[in-house]
Nanobody
Framework: QVQLVESGGALVQPGGSLRLSCAASTSTLYFALMGWYRQAPGKEREFVASISSGGSTRYEDSVKGRFTISKHNYKNTMDLQMNSLKTEDTSVYYC??????????WGQGTQVTVSS
């Protein structure tokens, strides 16, 4: 059973930084695509960033230049470095993985709250 477990969520002030990590129970090479989504109260889950097995990255427009996604195959983790955080970044952040056979996996989520 493949599992994804997020960590790193916290309360941070506007303008601050936070690093989220997603640990996979299998090799991250198993995934053709990995990424992060977020869901704020009363809103639908939305795409944040993704990284392919080849290292290509994509970002949602509002996080470009502030967030950086990376993958570390040697320790089976994927990170999301978040800088210049804004109150509108407050959400539950979910780790996502899609295997080369198009099977999808989700983590349980980690809360990020940006508030003064």
């Amino acid at each position: 059973q493949v599992q994804l477990v997020e960590s790193g969520g916290a309360l941070v002030q506007p303008g601050g930084s936070l690093r989220l990590s997603c640990a996979a129970s299998t090799s991250t090479l198993y995934f053709a695509l990995m990424g992060w989504y977020r869901q704020a109260p009363g809103k639908e889950r939305e795409f944040v960033a993704s990284i392919s097995s080849g290292g290509s990255t994509r970002y949602e427009d509002s996080v470009k230049g502030r967030f950086t996604i990376s993958k570390h195959n040697y320790k089976n983790t994927m990170d999301l470095q978040m800088n210049s955080l804004k109150t509108e970044d407050t959400s539950v952040y979910y780790c996502y993985g899609r295997s080369q056979y198009s099977r999808e996996y989700w983590g349980q989520g980690t809360q990020v709250t940006v508030s003064s």
